[in-house]
Each structure stands twice: as structure tokens, then as C-alpha cells.
């Protein structure tokens, strides 16, 4: 499947906190550095030493792909993993508000998280397609899988969060088999791509023709969303319930687009959507030990 991308959001109005270990609090989970290739992403291995360029909300020129993990000590950690894609129309990552809040936020929950810097095929000069941002978000879930044992993780509970150009992202591998090569001389290769479940904020691009293979889907977005992520969220919806596939979908009256994890807004509707997310991951069975 190829990522047509009709709706292609920068969110330059956004105004975000600074990533990094400077957000980790006492108290909180320290979060973890973990590339995706040691050596550097498959034939671009030479540029791994290229640094990133980061400034208030955004990070991009992202040439060592990695994941931003915060683990929860073994007494709080409930098994399920998710793995975070960021939105920022492929040309940056909103990775403060869109990646590390959201795994914060879920961590507190007992959800082992990983916020992805995946490549960027949208940013000005880059070498980048959506293959390799593809291959990003795959690698990902397979090294959660292949180290679920270390990190107190059940292999089936592994899922994905994706915000904009994110879940965008996502429907790249969602409704995939996504089987590992058990010939892989890589052992992460060898294990499954495929998430358990999906969860889809302001979800850009468009519905992928066969959703017969979707996992478990929680749907959020804004009637009043600028790009048309609204439309992208009810067709799909409306395919998932065709197939008696199961998903919960929660169109707000108003927010717009890129209200992240809603600190931003005065809607009490949008600044606690994330409870509505929270609410579904437990219903689901998502935050039990």
C-alpha cells in the first residue's frame, strides 16, 4: 500500500513545549535513547552522525531514527506497549507536544511507550520517501517486540499512536500483515510489524481501500479540522463498521486541528480527550496486568 497524501497539515501555528530530557521530572520515568540501527538506518548509514534540528514544538533533518522509550518500573507496567508517530506533514515532527506528552501521559498508565523520530520524505532536500518513513515505524514495533521480555512487555499488546501525518503513518502498517523474516539475520527483523491496536488524533491522508485487517481502533478528531482530517476519520470509521471491525470513533463540535494533547485549548472537550483514549485502552483491556 502507497500513503496518498491529500491532506499534508505543517501545524506551523502550533506553539509547543522544548523536547528532550530537559521535560523529565522528579518523579517521573526517565526516558531512554534507543536507535533503531545501531549503524544507522539501512543504506544511509553515513549520515548518522548528521545532528537534528530541533527549535520550540518541532525536530527535523532526521538522519538516525530512534525511539524516545519511557519504561514504567516492573510493579506499575501493565504489559501493553505503544509506540508514538508524531504529526507534522512529513516536513517535521511536533515531536514535544505529538511524542513525548503523550508517552508521559501513558506511562503514568503502566503502558510502556516510545515516542518515533522517523525520516522525513517531505522536507525540503530530502533524500527521504515514504518507504524509509515506512520501514521507520516498522523497525519500531518489531525492536518493541524483540525486547518484550526485558522491558516487562506482552508481544501481543504492542500498539500505535498517531497524530496528523502520523496516523497517516500508521495506516502504512496497520492493515498489513507485516510477518517478520524469520531468515532475517537481524533478529528484531524476524519479529511481527503488525500493531494489536491503533489509536488515530486528527488522522491526515487517506482511508486505505481494504481495512478488512484493522486492528482494534480507537478514532479521534474535530468536526471543524481545517484539512479535512474529519471526512478521513468518518470514512473510515464507516468502512471499520461495515466490517464489524471493532473501533470507537468520538468526533468533537469544535477544536480544529493540532490540539495535541489538548493543554493548548480552552474546550474542556479537547483538554481532556485524552481521558476519552484512556477510558477506551481500559475497556479494551489495554491497562490490565
Known sequence: MRLRRTVRPLLLALSGAVLGCSRHEPGSVKPLLIPLWEQGAPGFESRRHEPEQA???WVKNIHYPTLTAYLPPKGRANGSAIVI???GGFAALVFGPEGIDPAERLSQEGVATFAL?????EEPGSPYSVDHARAD???AIRLVRSRAAEWHIDPKRVGVLGFSAGAALVSEVAYAH???DPAAADPIDRAPGKPDFQLLIYPSGAVPDDVSAAPPTFLLVANDDQ???DRVALELY???RATRLPVEAHFLERGSHGFNMGQRSKLKSVQTWPERMTDWLRDSGYLKR
Open 178 to 180: 507485516g510477518k517478520g
Open 55 to 57: 527549535k520550540d514544538w
Open 137 to 139: 515505524l516498522y523497525r
Open 227 to 229: 484539512y479535512g482530517c
Open 117 to 121: 523520530k522517523y525520516r522525513l520524505p
Open 85 to 87: 508517530a508524531p504529526g
Open 238 to 240: 464507516t468502512r471499520l
